[in-house]
């Protein structure tokens, strides 16, 4: 598990590195729409490069 709190572009880095859960954490006492935005961030990702299962970006990076 590792944190997240800057928000979903900070997410996507940390799946293609290899973690399968992150944390929001304080980001919501600044941000209340961040969860949502850290979504809609990887859906929008998962979409642009067709990805059908999350579990395909879990530690992606070390793949290439």
């Given at each position: 598990?590792?944190?997240?709190?800057?928000?979903?572009?900070?997410?996507?880095e940390t799946v293609l590195a290899?973690?399968?859960?992150?944390?929001?954490?304080?980001?919501?006492?600044?941000?209340?729409?961040?969860?949502?935005e850290i979504v809609d961030g990887?859906?929008?990702?998962?979409?642009?490069?067709?990805?059908?299962?999350?579990?395909?970006?879990?530690?992606?990076?070390?793949?290439?």
């Open positions: 598990i590792l944190r997240c709190l800057v928000g979903s572009e900070m997410c996507k290899g973690a399968t859960a992150v944390s929001v954490g304080t980001a919501n006492f600044t941000n209340p729409q961040v969860t949502m990887i859906r929008d990702y998962m979409e642009r490069y067709q990805v059908k299962d999350i579990k395909e970006l879990v530690g992606a990076v070390h793949d290439r």
